[in-house]
């Protein structure tokens, strides 16, 4: 009885110890499965950690990144922060119960994060910071309560920030001391929509730090914020935030930075912003603030920022401000303030940098005291009332970068302020523009102004005398204006050392002789105006050799020749002005050349010939003047595709002929004059016409047409004999009986087809047109080989070469590399795309080459002017303001056509500059289908393993493969920011914390050369106030094509219609 008794007990040991074995065998089998699920989810490891690590046949608490506890051996840790892994997080991880610590920061994950995590309820570490997450912030994180640390920051998070977060009374965020109440909270650069819970501020009474910019909350700033008496840093700016600012907010008495600029707060600035004397930055610009600016400011003797630009406050500026000694920063610009200035206000300043004042009412003469602000590099005044004597103590600001003192009613005896301004070695921008009591000449010491200066503004300031001869030596000078004074003299040849030299305006002087031969060494010179003053002579046919101008303008002068012929390379000529001068000989049959022009004013010369053709290619001039010479010939039929035309004036030439009725299609045309000439026949009545007066038409005896024309009625000349009717019934009948026989013959053609049940083959996949067919020797001959010098570029699934057939016609061949996986499929896709498919932006095939499984190619058009790419990131290449927006045009126009112009949509899933090519005439081509997806009728989107190329990928086809015409909305919301601000999204800038899509929405209220290409705005006055608005009017369209959500994205036939808006009020603002 005893052993039995024995028997048992061992017995039930044995049992006991096997069945904890096989417990823990099985929850660590658990934790090993949940990682695995975890590495299967990791699509890119780039340093191999996984991969080489995380096998089976290594222990799991052994494996990189894994932690284990020591009592039950479970997985405690997981940490795989700044390891650039690219994935999503499975529901798997879940499992992982014993888990306390998931640090993931500084990867690429991307999707939302699964609902298995609340699992976790012993996490007291949670960083995900710097990823791609997505979708809503999880409500169930505020089950997590044992949270001491919640990194969400720099993700794509949207919705409202859940009142759960309250719940989490132990979370600390950035590793504060244990068993605190969270100090810090970080959601900034998300998409977080809403109002700021109230909720969460109700238990944040430790709350120091609170960042919510760069988002879309809305309403009002919530009154408990008061509550968090130990907050330090308040930054809500870039929402949509409304209201007044609480007057309590001075009772946050331990507060240093608060930043609430662009949003949509109104109402004063409370006085109790006084009682913050810790106060270090204080921004509120680009709000609707009204009132004063309180003085109580300047009681804040720890400021260094303050920034109350872009408001509607009034009044003087409160004196107080200027004699806080920490400011190194005052932006007071854009507002209504009016008074004087201190005269002290630059003795107590001496970490002063920057002071904007510009655009107020301010009056008499600034303070030359600033000239003891020692520090200071930015000093703009402009667009105010200053008046008095610009002071020679400006010399002693020797760290000065940028002086603006444009639009004021500054004096300067002698200029003499320019000698103590060479002390200035720095200085890069220099405007004083529109002060027309400056008198004087400009002396000869101009040239020793500072090696870095850029940009040189003097417009209307009464400047008499010469060009000083020393302007040559400032070589790093881009653009110079000294139009609208009183200059006499030649233009000094020295100007041709001005090898950077991008704008040169001299127009409205009194300036002779010719223009020197020296200016057509300016190879990088896009702006020359030079219109009205006395230069003579021929127009120098070198200039036709800066293939980089955009704006010739050259009219009122006395030049004598006719337009030099090499004028056709300049083929990126945007404004053409040689009106009232004495040009004479026949206008330029290679008119068409010019593909580019909006603008052409030929007007007041002596031209003599017939109105060639060919300008009916000028597709997007909308300014068009002839008038007062001695044209001839009819108006050609073929104005009337010029569709962008708002200007038409050919008065007073010899013209004849009849008024095409093609012109009645010019629905934009609202100037069209053709009085004086000898016009006949009755005049078109549709279109605009029905809005042109009398004074368009008077001085053609011939014309008829309205009464209210003042012209003679038409009469209508009746059919008067039998042979008359029978013509008619000839010339009306016969054409429609042949007609019905065509439409007959095509029925009985195509029904025919129908009965058959072939199937095409692969030549029959492309439209050879009258093409022969091109073999395999003739590529390999016409292409040197596939020779390595005829490689125009590669991809990922081939090559493309330049070749040239015995004919001489030229093409590009796409040579597939059969030996990589989905070449075959690539090649496939792009014959069944390209075959159904033509539009004028779009990469046209010629034919194909195919050898069953050895050689497949696709023969291209060959397209001159390279890449998108090219032209964006080459110093060899420049492309204006407006070519860029023409470019984009083109490519939404081929987009729209894809996605909406055909019976099966068709999504192009790579959108990117190198995928757009300019042809001869900048015109943009689309190209490379290797990955686009055909959507069947009833399918809006579609599902794929192919990824296409990443910083344009839409986050739905990253995360989850899902292909739509949505996700080429998203890449071209990121190619029209790329392109303005010549900055690719895999930029190593963007490698950190940034992408361009949060660079460009954080930077786009800032001055705007932060974020957009410089070049785009180096240009003055309205040329460049037009070039703002519209590279910010781009920006913005791409900000809404990158939505996160597909939902929110335009389809492109709304995106075409906003960039042709984009267009026209540019044109209108910049003309």
């Given at each position: 009885?005893?052993?039995?008794?024995?028997n048992?007990?061992?017995?039930?040991?044995?049992h006991?110890?096997m069945a904890?074995?096989s417990?823990?065998?099985?929850?660590?089998?658990?934790?090993?499965?949940?990682l695995?699920?975890?590495?299967?989810?990791?699509?890119?490891?780039p340093?191999?950690?996984?991969?080489?690590?995380?096998?089976?046949?290594?222990?799991?608490c052994?494996?990189?990144?894994?932690?284990c506890?020591?009592k039950?051996?479970r997985?405690t840790?997981?940490?795989?922060s700044?390891?650039?892994?690219?994935g999503?997080?499975?529901?798997?991880?879940?499992n992982l119960s014993?888990?306390?610590i998931?640090s993931?920061?500084?990867n690429?994950?991307?999707?939302t994060l699964p609902?298995?995590?609340s699992?976790?309820?012993?996490?007291k570490?949670l960083?995900f910071?710097?990823?791609?997450?997505?979708g809503?912030i999880?409500?169930?994180l505020?089950?997590?309560t044992?949270?001491r640390?919640l990194?969400?920051?720099k993700n794509?998070f949207?919705g409202?920030?859940?009142?759960?977060?309250?719940?989490?009374?132990?979370?600390?965020?950035?590793g504060l001391e244990e068993?605190?109440?969270i100090e810090?909270?970080?959601f900034?650069?998300n998409n977080l929509?809403?109002?700021?819970?109230?909720e969460?501020?109700d238990?944040?009474?430790n709350l120091?730090?609170?960042?919510l910019s760069g988002?879309k909350l809305?309403?009002?700033?919530p009154a408990?914020?008061l509550?968090?008496?130990e907050?330090q840093?308040?930054?809500i700016?870039y929402?949509q935030?409304?209201?007044?600012?609480?007057?309590?907010i001075g009772?946050l008495?331990?507060?240093?930075?608060l930043l609430?600029?662009?949003?949509?707060?109104?109402?004063?600035?409370?006085?109790?912003?006084?009682?913050l004397?810790?106060?270090?930055y204080?921004?509120?610009?680009h709000?609707?603030?009204?009132?004063t600016?309180p003085?109580?400011?300047g009681n804040l003797?720890?400021?260094e920022?303050?920034?109350?630009?872009?408001?509607?406050?009034?009044?003087h500026i409160?004196?107080?401000?200027?004699?806080?000694s920490?400011?190194s920063?005052i932006?007071?610009?854009?507002?209504?303030l009016t008074?004087?200035?201190?005269s002290?206000?630059?003795?107590w300043?001496?970490n002063?940098?920057?002071?904007?004042?510009?655009v107020?009412?301010?009056?008499?003469s600034?303070p030359?005291?600033?000239s003891?602000?020692?520090k200071?590099?930015l000093?703009d005044?402009?667009?105010?009332?200053?008046s008095g004597?610009?002071?020679?103590?400006?010399?002693?600001?020797?760290n000065?970068?940028?002086?603006?003192?444009e639009?004021?009613n500054l004096?300067?005896?002698?200029?003499?302020?320019?000698s103590?301004?060479?002390?200035?070695?720095?200085?890069e921008?220099?405007?004083?523009d529109?002060?027309?009591?400056?008198?004087?000449?400009?002396?000869?010491?101009?040239g020793n102004?500072?090696?870095?200066?850029?940009i040189?503004y003097?417009?209307g300031?009464s400047i008499?005398g010469?060009?000083?001869?020393?302007?040559?030596?400032?070589s790093?000078l881009?653009?110079?204006?000294l139009?609208?004074n009183k200059?006499t003299?030649?233009i000094p040849t020295t100007?041709?050392?001005?090898?950077e030299?991008?704008g040169?305006?001299?127009q409205?002087?009194n300036?002779e002789g010719?223009?020197?031969?020296e200016?057509c060494?300016?190879n990088?010179?896009?702006?020359l105006s030079?219109?009205?003053n006395?230069l003579?002579?021929?127009?120098?046919?070198?200039?036709g050799?800066l293939?980089?101008?955009r704006?010739?303008?050259?009219?009122?002068?006395?030049?004598?020749?006719?337009?030099p012929?090499?004028?056709?390379?300049?083929?990126?000529?945007l404004i053409?002005?040689l009106?009232?001068?004495?040009l004479?000989g026949?206008?330029?049959?290679?008119?068409g050349k010019?593909?580019?022009l909006?603008?052409?004013d030929?007007?007041?010369n002596?031209?003599?010939?017939?109105i060639p053709?060919v300008?009916?290619?000028?597709?997007?001039l909308t300014y068009?003047s002839l008038?007062n010479n001695?044209?001839?010939?009819?108006?050609?039929?073929?104005?009337?595709?010029?569709?962008s035309?708002e200007f038409?004036?050919?008065?007073r030439?010899?013209?004849?002929?009849?008024?095409?009725?093609s012109?009645?299609?010019?629905r934009?045309l609202?100037?069209?004059n053709?009085?004086?000439?000898?016009?006949?026949?009755?005049?078109?009545?549709?279109g605009?016409?029905g809005?042109?007066?009398?004074?368009?038409f008077k001085?053609?005896?011939?014309?008829?047409?309205?009464p209210r024309?003042?012209?003679?009625?038409?009469?209508?000349?009746p059919?008067?004999?039998?042979?008359?009717?029978?013509k008619?019934?000839?010339?009306?009948?016969?054409?429609i009986?042949?007609a019905l026989l065509?439409?007959?013959?095509?029925?009985?053609?195509l029904r025919?087809?129908r009965?058959?049940?072939?199937?095409?083959t692969q030549e029959?996949?492309?439209p050879?047109?009258?093409w022969k067919r091109?073999s395999?020797?003739?590529?390999l001959r016409?292409?040197?080989?596939?020779s390595q010098?005829k490689?125009l570029?590669?991809?990922s699934?081939g090559?493309?070469?330049?070749?040239?057939?015995?004919?001489g016609?030229t093409?590009?061949?796409?040579v597939?590399?059969?030996e990589?996986?989905g070449?075959?499929?690539s090649f496939?896709?792009?014959?069944?795309v390209?075959?159904?498919?033509?539009?004028?932006?779009?990469?046209?095939?010629?034919?194909?080459c195919?050898?069953?499984?050895d050689?497949?190619?696709?023969?291209?058009?060959?397209?001159?002017?390279?890449s998108?790419?090219?032209w964006?990131?080459?110093?060899?290449?420049?492309?204006?303001?407006?070519?860029?927006l023409?470019?984009?045009?083109?490519?939404?126009s081929a987009?729209e056509y894809?996605?909406?112009?055909?019976?099966t949509?068709?999504?192009h899933c790579?959108l990117?500059?190198?995928?757009?090519?300019?042809?001869?005439?900048?015109?943009a081509?689309?190209?490379?289908?290797g990955?686009a997806?055909?959507?069947?009728?009833e399918?809006?989107?579609?599902q794929t393993?192919?990824?296409?190329?990443?910083?344009?990928?839409?986050?739905e086809?990253?995360?989850?493969?899902i292909?739509?015409?949505?996700g080429?909305?998203?890449?071209?919301?990121?190619?029209l920011?790329?392109t303005?601000?010549s900055k690719?999204?895999t930029?190593?800038m963007?490698?950190?914390?940034?992408?361009?899509k949060?660079?460009v929405?954080e930077?786009?209220?800032?001055?705007?050369?932060?974020?957009?290409?410089?070049n785009?705005?180096?240009?003055?006055?309205r040329?460049r106030?037009a070039?703002?608005?519209?590279?910010l009017?781009?920006?913005q369209?791409g900000?809404?094509?990158?939505?996160?959500?597909?939902?929110?994205?335009?389809d492109?036939?709304?995106?075409?219609t906003?960039l042709?808006?984009?267009?026209?009020?540019?044109l209108?603002?910049?003309?």
């Amino acid at each position: 009885m005893a052993n039995t008794f024995l028997n048992l007990v061992l017995l039930i040991i044995l049992h006991s110890s096997m069945a904890t074995f096989s417990l823990k065998s099985t929850t660590l089998l658990t934790d090993q499965s949940a990682l695995l699920a975890f590495k299967d989810h990791i699509s890119h490891d780039p340093e191999n950690v996984l991969a080489t690590n995380w096998s089976v046949s290594v222990p799991v608490c052994n494996w990189f990144g894994v932690s284990c506890g020591s009592k039950h051996r479970r997985v405690t840790a997981l940490n795989l922060s700044g390891l650039g892994l690219v994935g999503t997080l499975p529901p798997h991880l879940g499992n992982l119960s014993f888990l306390s610590i998931l640090s993931i920061s500084d990867n690429s994950f991307h999707g939302t994060l699964p609902v298995q995590l609340s699992n976790l309820l012993r996490l007291k570490h949670l960083t995900f910071g710097n990823n791609s997450f997505s979708g809503a912030i999880p409500s169930w994180l505020g089950s997590l309560t044992r949270l001491r640390k919640l990194i969400l920051y720099k993700n794509s998070f949207q919705g409202v920030i859940p009142p759960s977060l309250g719940n989490l009374s132990k979370l600390e965020m950035l590793g504060l001391e244990e068993n605190q109440i969270i100090e810090y909270i970080d959601f900034s650069v998300n998409n977080l929509t809403g109002y700021i819970p109230t909720e969460m501020l109700d238990h944040l009474p430790n709350l120091k730090v609170l960042y919510l910019s760069g988002n879309k909350l809305s309403g009002r700033v919530p009154a408990n914020l008061l509550k968090c008496k130990e907050l330090q840093v308040l930054s809500i700016a870039y929402n949509q935030l409304e209201g007044n600012l609480l007057g309590e907010i001075g009772n946050l008495s331990m507060l240093q930075a608060l930043l609430i600029d662009h949003n949509h707060f109104e109402g004063e600035i409370p006085k109790q912003i006084g009682n913050l004397t810790l106060l270090r930055y204080f921004g509120c610009s680009h709000n609707n603030h009204t009132g004063t600016i309180p003085h109580q400011i300047g009681n804040l003797k720890s400021l260094e920022v303050l920034l109350v630009g872009a408001n509607n406050f009034v009044g003087h500026i409160p004196p107080a401000i200027f004699n806080s000694s920490t400011l190194s920063l005052i932006g007071l610009n854009l507002n209504q303030l009016t008074g004087r200035l201190p005269s002290t206000m630059g003795l107590w300043l001496p970490n002063l940098e920057g002071l904007y004042l510009s655009v107020n009412h301010l009056m008499d003469s600034f303070p030359m005291s600033i000239s003891n602000a020692s520090k200071l590099t930015l000093l703009d005044i402009s667009n105010n009332y200053f008046s008095g004597s610009i002071s020679d103590d400006l010399g002693n600001l020797r760290n000065l970068k940028k002086l603006n003192m444009e639009d004021n009613n500054l004096t300067s005896l002698g200029m003499s302020f320019l000698s103590s301004l060479t002390n200035c070695r720095g200085l890069e921008y220099l405007s004083f523009d529109s002060n027309p009591l400056i008198s004087g000449e400009l002396p000869g010491l101009l040239g020793n102004l500072s090696d870095s200066l850029r940009i040189f503004y003097a417009f209307g300031c009464s400047i008499s005398g010469t060009i000083p001869s020393e302007l040559g030596n400032l070589s790093s000078l881009i653009s110079v204006h000294l139009a609208g004074n009183k200059l006499t003299g030649s233009i000094p040849t020295t100007i041709g050392r001005l090898k950077e030299l991008q704008g040169l305006s001299l127009q409205d002087n009194n300036l002779e002789g010719s223009i020197p031969f020296e200016l057509c060494r300016l190879n990088k010179l896009a702006f020359l105006s030079l219109t009205n003053n006395k230069l003579s002579g021929p127009i120098p046919a070198c200039l036709g050799n800066l293939i980089s101008l955009r704006n010739l303008i050259l009219g009122s002068n006395m030049f004598s020749s006719s337009i030099p012929s090499t004028f056709t390379s300049l083929t990126d000529l945007l404004i053409l002005n040689l009106s009232s001068n004495s040009l004479s000989g026949p206008l330029p049959i290679a008119f068409g050349k010019w593909k580019v022009l909006i603008s052409m004013d030929l007007s007041n010369n002596q031209f003599s010939s017939d109105i060639p053709t060919v300008v009916a290619d000028l597709k997007d001039l909308t300014y068009f003047s002839l008038s007062n010479n001695r044209i001839t010939g009819p108006i050609p039929e073929s104005f009337g595709e010029m569709l962008s035309l708002e200007f038409l004036d050919l008065s007073r030439n010899n013209l004849s002929g009849e008024i095409p009725k093609s012109l009645e299609k010019l629905r934009y045309l609202k100037h069209f004059n053709v009085s004086f000439n000898r016009l006949e026949g009755k005049i078109p009545e549709g279109g605009s016409f029905g809005s042109y007066s009398m004074e368009s038409f008077k001085g053609n005896k011939a014309l008829c047409g309205a009464p209210r024309l003042h012209v003679r009625s038409c009469k209508t000349k009746p059919l008067r004999n039998s042979k008359a009717r029978t013509k008619l019934i000839l010339y009306v009948a016969l054409p429609i009986a042949s007609a019905l026989l065509v439409v007959a013959i095509i029925i009985i053609i195509l029904r025919g087809r129908r009965r058959k049940d072939k199937l095409p083959t692969q030549e029959d996949l492309l439209p050879l047109g009258t093409w022969k067919r091109i073999s395999y020797q003739e590529l390999l001959r016409a292409t040197d080989g596939f020779s390595q010098s005829k490689l125009l570029g590669s991809g990922s699934y081939g090559s493309v070469y330049h070749g040239t057939l015995s004919d001489g016609i030229t093409f590009a061949v796409k040579v597939f590399k059969l030996e990589l996986e989905g070449a075959f499929k690539s090649f496939d896709v792009e014959c069944e795309v390209l075959r159904n498919i033509r539009h004028r932006n779009l990469i046209k095939v010629i034919s194909s080459c195919s050898n069953d499984s050895d050689f497949k190619a696709l023969v291209l058009e060959f397209i001159p002017n390279g890449s998108l790419d090219k032209w964006l990131y080459s110093n060899n290449h420049f492309l204006d303001i407006l070519q860029r927006l023409n470019i984009m045009i083109d490519i939404a126009s081929a987009l729209e056509y894809l996605h909406h112009g055909n019976e099966t949509p068709i999504v192009h899933c790579d959108l990117k500059p190198s995928n757009v090519l300019l042809d001869e005439d900048m015109v943009a081509h689309l190209s490379d289908f290797g990955i686009a997806k055909l959507l069947c009728n009833e399918d809006s989107m579609i599902q794929t393993m192919t990824m296409a190329t990443v910083g344009y990928m839409a986050p739905e086809y990253g995360i989850d493969g899902i292909v739509s015409t949505k996700g080429d909305v998203y890449s071209f919301g990121i190619l029209l920011m790329e392109t303005v601000a010549s900055k690719k999204p895999t930029d190593e800038m963007f490698a950190g914390e940034r992408s361009l899509k949060s660079w460009v929405k954080e930077s786009i209220s800032t001055p705007l050369d932060q974020v957009v290409d410089m070049n785009l705005i180096s240009a003055n006055g309205r040329e460049r106030s037009a070039a703002n608005d519209c590279a910010l009017s781009i920006l913005q369209v791409g900000l809404d094509c990158s939505a996160e959500l597909p939902d929110e994205r335009n389809d492109m036939k709304e995106i075409v219609t906003k960039l042709k808006k984009i267009k026209m009020k540019f044109l209108k603002d910049r003309y």
